[in-house]
Structure formats: structure tokens, C-alpha cells
Nanobody, 127 residues
């Protein structure tokens, strides 16, 4: 069974940084779109950033462009999310997710199209 396990969340002050990790195991190799989502209390889950493992193409929500960076280490089966210049509005539960791409694109960041999810890791940013 495919499995994703996130880690690295925590509490930081505004302007600080955190790096989240997501270790993939099981039959995740065919799921070549990997992404980070977040969900704040009372809000819908939203896509933050994604990557197409075929060619490394990345996608970012406007709210995190220039501050967040997604990367992966295929040898370690690990996806990363480097978060810099964190803001209080970044406070949320962050989830790693994976799916098979449609063609050679992972542009869709609609949560229902993602079939494998981690349990989440909490990020809290104080002002």
C-alpha cells in the first residue's frame, strides 16, 4: 500500500523558516505528481505547491511564490517543502499528497484528484 509520512512541522515566529519532509513508501512510484496542501481551521484544503517527477516541473500557489520551494530526493523517496519568510496566515496543517499525472502535467492542484495522502504536520506561525 502506498504511504506518505510528513514531518518537520512546528511553531515559529513570523519571518522564520521551516522545512517539511514527506517520506514515500509502498507503490508510490507510479504516482508522478507530488504536492503539498494545507488546511487552516474552518477553511478548505488548498494546494500550496506541486512537482511533476517526470521532468521536475513545479507549481506554486500565488500566496507562497518566492517564499516556498518544493524539491525531492528520489534516492531517499522524500519530498521537501522549504518555507521561508513565514507569515501568520501560513498557519495550517500541511499535507503531502501523490497521484498519477494526466499526460505530462501536474498543474491541477484540486485536492480530490490526489489519491494518496499523508497524515499531516502542523505549522503554526506567530506574529
Amino acid at each position: 500500500q502506498p504511504r506518505l509520512v510528513e514531518s518537520g512541522g512546528g511553531s515559529v515566529q513570523a519571518g522564520g523558516s521551516l522545512m517539511l519532509s514527506c517520506v514515500a513508501s509502498g507503490s508510490t512510484f507510479s504516482r508522478n505528481c507530488m504536492a503539498w496542501f494545507r488546511q487552516a481551521p474552518g477553511k478548505e484544503r488548498e494546494g500550496v505547491t506541486g512537482i511533476y517527477t517526470g521532468d521536475g516541473s513545479t507549481y506554486y500557489a500565488d500566496s507562497v511564490k518566492g517564499r516556498f520551494s518544493i524539491s525531492r530526493d528520489s534516492a531517499k523517496n522524500t519530498l521537501y517543502l522549504q518555507m521561508n519568510n513565514l507569515k501568520p496566515e501560513d498557519t495550517a496543517m500541511y499535507y503531502c499528497a501523490a497521484r498519477r499525472s494526466v499526460g505530462a502535467s501536474c498543474a491541477s492542484m484540486n485536492p480530490p484528484v490526489y489519491s494518496v495522502w499523508g497524515q499531516g504536520t502542523q505549522v503554526t506561525v506567530s506574529s
